[in-house]
């Protein structure tokens, strides 16, 4: 046989990061699905969207923690 040749043996660091990136996107989709569900202007919408495309994980955070809040964004 063939000395040295791992058979479809990925290194566990990238079987985590691929399940951590899908994790985000999922996430993701959920936040913008949620813009647009929600209230508030088509610009208000449109910037949050901008924030979760752009910053992935940060920007669906911060609409989790903030864009749900009406009180805080007018």
């Keep these: 046989g063939v000395t040295g040749v791992q058979t479809c043996a990925l290194p566990i ?3 985590m990061y691929s ?3 899908l ?3 999922i996430l993701d989709i959920i936040a913008i699905l ?3 569900r929600g209230g ?3 610009v208000y919408k449109l910037l949050w969207i901008l924030i979760i495309l752009l910053l992935p994980l940060l920007g669906m ?3 989790f923690l903030l864009g749900n809040n ?3 964004v007018k």
């Design 34 to 36: 949620q813009v647009i």
């Design 13 to 15: 660091w990238i079987l």
């Design 40 to 42: 508030g202007s088509p």
């Design 23 to 25: 994790v985000i996107l």
């Design 61 to 63: 955070l911060l609409y």
């Design 70 to 72: 009406k009180s805080l």
């Design 19 to 21: 399940i951590l990136s």
